[in-house]
């Protein structure tokens, strides 16, 4: 048996080393340890409760505005208010825009460079290797002008954010009660210049990008599967949610029940074994604990590691959401030659955020259409001395929850569990592995594993300022 | 006389990644055009290291990083983006090492070093009361470790992807910068040269007493939390993102995300900033 550290994991946000054994050309084990520990939950302690909005979004410069999604619900619960309608609306188009940053983001900057050829790209950008590359000449040229283009294109869904945002990274409107921005009308016509610009390029580059890759590599939809899922969903309006929450634990779909969130930390870098709802947990780091190897704690949902993100929001909406997602979703797997069962694997991973990507894009030009600029964006509040708030959402890699407990007018507690801290998790007390250590375990490998294991982690878009906070 | 391009090495700390995000948002210069072209006529860059965008992984890239200083000592640029964790070793590692061993050893050998945002540039979030993990900025990092290189800071959270591209502009023109171009928290003069208030589009408001009384109200935001009276940036006259918004145009109180004490002196951030606070450790002269 071989050991193969793969440190660091680039092309990814954060510092994440993965290790595997390799055993017959085999991967029979995997562990995924998150490098670095910031103690952001430490700082928001004793803070004044709105600090959390501005402090959290700043988790991550990748995806703020899933943070900054998250604390407002999160507040918006302990205030016990809600948004206008105007103001949902709103907050959903801002979001919606960094749903289209990422994926575009991911897909070519991220993850294409694995498959194209070792000088595809200009300088360090190239991957530098030439191995298992399938596409022609002329496909890898097209994809690599491609990966320029989409440059602009993530620019420009940035702008998107910003347009009633704020600015990006780093979101500076969405607030508890809503948002501070009141767009005008010309902003409304820069919003759906932007967003149709966007919308062509999803249509016409992304998706056929995104086949290709599916028709060359058709294997990857049968590696890096998990099959455990689950999601918060996301981009509430009117009660109902566009994403529905839910669960796969046994090849069915259930309704979510967010009190059956624990969060082990046997093998992280914590005091104890956790195991703990995060409304009450506790964890002081202990950089020093010997049986632990990673800073990312194991969130378990019934005691299961679940894979999140768009693969499990599609498998949810599949089942129980809006039709216009069912046929766009049916169209794509068609078209890849592939079916729901496979959402759950490296490819089926991507198409998933395909499939959503222009979904999401065309809800955006729904709400655009009910936006009223004349009418408020936010309520006012008055904060209470105590308080507890939960707010969950999908973020683009996935589930999303915050956790606050305020007390005498200042926080008490603030608890974060984000997507990659489910899909990158270590261990728990059982010995259950997380999701990617799992999705990598059993994959069969050409040479020392480089190649499959950063194609299947990389399939999950880890996060891991967002993992660890 | 056209030279070799200037090489950067792009190192992350204890950080989110948003300043690379930030600077992949540049406009006129744009992000390829600072990769594939000259940045001021005949001098270019050649980014050789970045975790986020390169292409190779694991022990490939490790192998990049580790070439550097060596025979390149003298030759290469130094992007630190993100805080240095102190306390202890295992806060944060790349490649097996601690972040703030490989971020010295880096900065030993190269030409200069730009802090990238505020966590870079004076340990910001991460460093936030009670600094759990003990992280400092490069340039402390440096003062610490006896390290002689010179430093600026271009902080922000993140900063304006101009901030970052008028700095290396600088530096490919003049090279890294003297201390007498650099303002008492060691960021260029010309990069940071006034306060946001200074050339707010709500001064008016504030001039005469028309303060916001709630989000999304017209009027000034001081009552809101304001910082903008005591936060150098030129965010009023270039906003952000191609010029679409930026945080009081947005109705959103600036949060003085530039200041070395972000995020312990500007908290509580939303609310209202006192005289005293006017006149104290923060308010510094040039």
């Known amino acids: 048996m071989r050991t193969v550290t793969i440190d660091p994991i680039t092309r990814i946000e954060g510092h994440l080393r993965v290790e595997i054994q390799v055993e017959d050309g085999t991967i029979v084990g995997a562990r995924c340890s998150g490098a670095l520990y910031r103690g952001l939950e430490e700082i928001l302690r004793g803070r004044h409760p709105l600090d959390a909005q501005r402090i959290t979004t700043r988790i991550c410069g990748v995806c703020p505005l899933a943070h900054s999604t998250a604390a407002s619900l999160c507040l918006d619960d302990a205030l016990g208010i809600s948004p206008p309608r105007n103001g949902q609306l709103l907050r959903n188009l801002i979001y919606g825009a960094n749903f289209l940053h990422n994926h575009i983001l991911h897909f070519y900057h991220l993850a294409l460079p694995d498959y194209l050829p070792a000088d595809a790209l200009p300088g360090a950008l190239s991957p530098g290797t030439d191995e298992d590359r399938r596409f022609s000449r002329e496909e890898a040229r097209k994809l690599a002008d491609h990966y320029l283009q989409a440059l602009d294109m993530r620019r420009k869904a940035q702008e998107l954010v910003a347009l009633f945002g704020g600015k990006m990274p780093h979101d500076m409107s969405i607030v508890p009660g809503g948002v501070t921005y009141r767009p005008d009308p010309g902003d409304v016509a820069a919003f759906r210049f932007r967003l149709k610009e966007i919308v062509d390029f999803i249509r016409g580059v992304y998706i056929p990008d995104l086949l290709l890759l599916a028709r060359r590599y058709p294997d990857y939809f049968e590696l890096g599967g998990v099959g455990k899922l689950l999601t918060f969903g996301c981009f509430p309006l009117d009660g109902d949610r566009l994403f529905p929450a839910g669960a796969v634990l046994d090849g069915e779909p259930e309704p979510l029940d967010p009190a059956e969130i624990r969060e082990h930390t046997a093998r992280s870098w914590y005091r104890g074994n956790g195991a703990q709802h995060p409304r009450e947990e506790e964890a002081e780091p202990d950089p020093d604990k010997a049986e632990a190897y990673s800073w990312i704690k194991a969130p378990r949902y019934r005691g299961e590691a679940c894979e999140v993100g768009p693969a499990a929001r599609a498998a949810i909406a599949l089942a129980r959401g809006p039709g216009g997602f069912r046929e766009a979703a049916g169209e794509l797997l068609t078209e890849a030659k592939t079916g729901p069962e496979r959402l759950s694997s490296t490819m089926g991973r991507h198409l998933a955020r395909g499939m959503e990507a222009l979904f999401i894009a065309r809800a955006m030009e729904g709400w655009l259409a009910e936006l009223d600029p004349a009418a408020p964006v936010a309520v006012a509040f008055t904060l209470p001395r105590e308080a507890r708030g939960q707010g969950l959402t999908d973020a683009p890699r996935g589930a999303l929850g915050h956790w606050v407990e305020v007390a005498g007018g200042k926080i008490a507690r603030y608890q974060v569990i984000a997507p990659t801290t489910w899909n990158a998790s270590p261990r728990d007390e059982k010995g259950a592995p997380g999701p990617i250590e799992r999705a990598l375990q059993g994959t069969r490998v050409s040479g020392d594993g480089l190649l499959e294991a950063g194609r299947i982690v990389r399939s999950f878009d880890p996060c891991l300022a967002c993992a660890i906070q | ?286």
Request: net charge negative.
């Open chain 2, 1 to 286: 006389m056209r030279g070799e391009p200037l090489a950067v090495v792009w190192f992350q700390g204890a950080g989110c990644t948003g300043c690379s995000v930030s600077l992949m948002n540049a406009a006129y210069p744009d992000i390829k055009d600072l990769l594939l072209d000259e940045v001021v006529p005949g001098k270019s860059i050649t980014l050789v290291f970045h975790a986020t965008l390169m292409g190779p992984t694991g022990r490939p890239a490790l192998e990049v990083l580790d070439r550097f200083p060596g025979e390149a000592a003298g030759d290469y640029l130094l992007v630190v983006e993100g805080a240095l964790p102190t306390r202890h070793p295992n806060f944060g590692r790349v490649g097996e090492r601690p972040m703030a061993e490989r971020a010295a050893g880096l900065a030993r050998g190269a030409v200069g070093v730009v802090a990238m945002g505020t966590c870079a540039s004076y340990g910001g979030i991460p460093a936030g009361a009670p600094n759990p993990t003990g992280c400092v900025g490069i340039g402390e990092l440096l003062r610490r470790e006896g390290i002689d290189v010179p430093v600026v800071n271009v902080p922000g959270c993140p900063p304006h992807p101009r901030w970052f591209v008028e700095t290396v502009a600088h530096i490919l023109l003049h090279g890294p910068p003297r201390p007498e171009e650099l303002d008492g928290v060691g960021r260029l003069r010309a990069v940071y040269p006034d306060l946001v208030h200074d050339n707010c589009p709500r001064r008016a408001d504030f001039d005469v007493g028309r303060f916001a009384p709630a989000f999304g109200a017209e009027g000034c935001l001081y009552e809101l939390g304001c910082k903008g009276p005591y936060t150098d940036a030129n965010c009023p006259y270039h906003e952000w993102n191609g010029g679409v918004n930026w945080c009081i145009k947005a109705g959103h109180p600036c949060i003085g995300c530039c200041e070395p004490e972000f995020p312990d002196y500007p908290s509580p951030l939303f609310r209202k900033a006192g005289a005293e606070e006017a006149t104290g450790a923060f308010r510094r002269s040039g």
